[in-house]
């Protein structure tokens, strides 16, 4: 490929202010849309949308960040003056920018911090049993059976297919999809509070309208197939999700992390409105904008959420086997290595994304070179530091003659989110024959280096190694390789591994780690994943309506429709297998916080030959094995400590209370009756048929009394006066 040197340098310098509100990626990501709408008489393509989060939400269009705002932010000031606010948890925003009005959003006085959304995609690359959900659908050992009854689940993907029997109950009489939002859809009506995207609720207009959209990934499965690993009835077939009774709202998102955001919100919303416990799968994930130790706005984000009693399990990466990471321990040296470039000839394929992450208080400098075949340096760019904070840099180097490597790079003295060296490198397609390499330096700072696939859409998670490019250099690794939103520190991340199973002579095969699932622990040393799931060839459900082409397995009829099931691999399904088995915890005790849901399942996996002994933590394998049937039994004795809006048909008076609590409307099976105090501990143990509580030796505060009846914990707050 040949390119002329007509092309302009473009050198842009700005000044951050004083407190750092946003970094020099985001900045470049503005200069690049305003250079593109210019160099095509501000024109909005599809190339620009797929690209960059540039969306048309009621004839205006729009650019997506995420902020962190201040005590001054107002909402209702933003709306004002036609900036449309989606979702404010804790103080993370989603805000959808005119891009009329572009770099004002910089200069929002009443944002402490702002980002671009980064662009998202699938993580795609004998379940039952290998999770012992088996065990906790036959209730063996334990109060009763559990299914996930009176919980939500809650899928954000593409690809759904309302009609698909996986989605009825097990006598394929009632669908279980509560409803969905597709954020791709413009017919309306839109969810009231963030005024895009298409809500269908009920039954009946979801059976009519049949599918989502096409969107991104044109009229997909994934969703499909993650839905029905979570909580498929089965349709007929041994292909029974996790939790088959659970209810379902699903979500298709928009590729960028704000509307991952608003998903979130609205399916928090909506479980609240039906008074019942959610858990969210989210089998995708990003690495190209955003730190990649928890301390990005999308993690924030998701500890928000948590911290309200939503579990949100994500699934870790398919970058295990990926050679795509270097870690660099500088001591005044200097180290080379190749960059690799995908070469699928796919259309969307643009070039490489290289990231690189110092230390706080420390720089290091970069250089790209450009070799023949036989390594030997035909041009070198200069030298790049990330202490020069102030430049974004659009630019090209001259391969040979006419051919020219054009590259874009940001820097950052001190990334806002955690004050890390940062430098983004973004390398685009380039002419045959040659190799890129990539040089660097420091006196003290420790890099970690990333190289992702850059496509058109903006959306790359899949790592292209580094390699060597002559003597002396480094080739990369497979570790740190856990991208957003995995690293949040509350997000329940889920790496896979192949399903064990008995086979015909009765022995027990498989249990072995997924190649491609991701390696920890994050680059600031934080121990993820959390827990693996089954994930290597799990068969579920496929969507009647999708476009792709599958070898399917299994096949029913359902109401005069053939219906589809195929086998996918990827940490995309382990996070289902994981977040149906939360729904099963939810189901026996329903008054857990989020946190304390985590915390069960991270307690209760469990350990083989495969995982070897655990503690300590595995980079790969996290705390363990997901066990259903351990987790199930941890929840039913752990005492919740959050309100939950269905109450118990029991009643306890008066309350608050002095001396005495009276109990009446007590009836069933009574295994146990508790009361604890709001730290956890046990203050006193009653009799089964107890109906009045003396509380002279109680001390002054709030309890929780903690009756197990007819299987299922049900529990009230009372205070001692």
């Known amino acids: ?117 980064g662009m998202i995609k699938p993580l795609l690359d004998k379940v039952k049993y290998a999770t012992r959900a088996d065990s906790v659908w036959a209730g063996i050992n334990l109060p009763q059976a559990y299914t996930g009854q009176n919980v939500i689940i809650g899928v954000q993907d593409w690809g759904f297919d309302f009609t698909h029997p996986m989605f009825y109950d097990t006598t394929l009489t009632n669908c279980r999809i509560l409803a969905c939002w597709d954020q791709y859809k413009t017919s309306g009506p839109a969810p009231a509070s963030y005024g895009y995207g298409t809500e269908t609720i009920g039954v009946t207009d979801l059976q009519l309208l049949g599918s989502d959209t096409s969107g991104m990934y044109d009229y997909a499965t994934h969703g499909t197939h993650v839905a029905g690993i979570a909580g498929g009835s089965g349709a007929g077939t041994e292909h029974r999700g996790m939790a088959f009774e659970a209810e379902f709202l699903f979500s298709t998102l928009i590729i960028d992390e704000s509307f991952a955001i608003d998903g979130w919100d609205w399916m928090y919303h909506y479980a609240l409105g039906e008074g019942k416990r959610l858990v969210i799968n989210n089998s995708w994930g990003v690495y190209q904008l ?31 086997d990926a050679n795509f990471h270097i870690r660099k321990a500088f001591a005044n040296d200097t180290i080379k290595t190749r960059i690799e470039f995908y070469n699928s000839g796919m259309a969307v394929d643009e070039g490489q994304d290289i990231h690189m992450w110092g230390r706080p208080n420390k ?37 040979s003659g006419t051919d020219t490597i054009f590259f874009n790079l940001s820097a950052d003295a001190a990334y806002p989110s955690n004050a890390y060296s940062y430098m983004h490198l973004q390398v685009l397609e380039f002419p045959s024959g040659y190799k890129v390499g990539l040089r660097s330096t420091s006196v003290d700072d420790t890099v970690h280096f990333f190289n992702l696939i850059s496509f058109s859409h903006g959306g790359g998670n899949w790592g292209i190694p580094f390699s060597s490019i002559g003597a002396p250099s480094v080739a990369g690794d497979s570790e740190y390789s856990l991208g957003q939103p995995a690293c949040a520190s509350l997000s329940l991340a889920i790496g896979s591994y192949q399903p064990e199973f008995i086979g015909w002579n009765g022995n027990e095969y498989g249990g072995q780690v997924s190649g491609f699932s991701s390696i920890g622990p994050l680059i600031d040393g934080t121990l993820k994943p959390d827990v693996s799931a089954p994930g290597s060839a799990i068969i579920s459900s496929v969507s009647s309506f999708t476009t792709e082409t599958h070898t399917f397995t299994d096949t029913v ?150 009756i197990l009846r007819d299987g299922f914990v049900e529990q009230r707050k009372f205070v001692k006066i």
């Open 1 to 117: 490929m040949k390119r002329l040197l007509a092309f302009v340098l473009l050198f842009s310098i700005f000044s951050y202010v004083s407190a750092q509100k946003y970094s020099s990626l985001t900045y470049g990501k503005i200069q690049l849309i305003k250079k593109y709408l210019k160099e095509n008489n501000g024109e909005v393509s599809q190339s620009l949308r797929d690209k960059y989060p540039v969306h048309n939400l009621k004839g205006q269009e729009y650019v997506s960040f995420l902020a962190k705002v201040k005590p001054t932010f107002s909402k209702q000031d933003f709306e004002d003056r036609g900036i449309n606010i989606g979702t404010v948890i804790n103080d993370i925003a989603t805000i959808r920018y005119p891009l009329n009005t572009l770099d004002q959003v910089l200069n929002e006085s009443s944002l402490e911090y702002v980002k671009m959304a």
């Open 557 to 706: 009829n359902f109401q005069g429709t053939d219906y589809h099931f195929a086998s996918f691999s990827g940490t995309s399904m382990a996070g289902p297998a994981a977040a149906g088995v939360v729904a099963l915890v939810l189901h026996a005790n329903p008054y857990l916080s989020g946190e304390q849901v985590r915390d069960i399942i991270m307690q209760s996996a469990r350990t083989d030959s495969e995982t070897g002994p655990i503690p300590p933590h595995h980079p790969q394998w996290g705390w363990g094995k997901v066990n259903a049937y351990a987790a199930v039994q941890l929840a039913i004795g752990t005492t919740g400590l959050e309100d939950y809006q269905i109450d118990p048909v029991w009643k306890i008076y008066p309350n608050p209370a002095r001396d005495l609590l009276f109990i009446s409307g007590l009836e069933g099976e009574i295994e146990k009756i508790e009361i604890y105090d709001l730290n956890g501990r046990q203050v006193q143990n009653l009799q089964k048929d107890v109906q009045q509580i003396n509380l002279s030796d109680f001390s002054e505060g709030t309890y929780i009394i903690r």
């Open 363 to 399: 720089s290091f400098s970069a250089q790209i070179m450009v070799t023949d075949p036989l390594n030997n340096v035909l041009s070198v760019s200069p030298w790049y530091n990330s202490d020069n904070a102030q430049a974004f840099l659009d630019s090209f180097i001259v391969a």
């Open 290 to 320: 955003g730190a990649l130790d928890g301390s990005d706005l999308l993690s924030q984000a998701i500890d928000g959420f948590v911290q309200n009693d939503v579990i949100l399990v994500t699934s870790a990466g398919n970058n295990g």
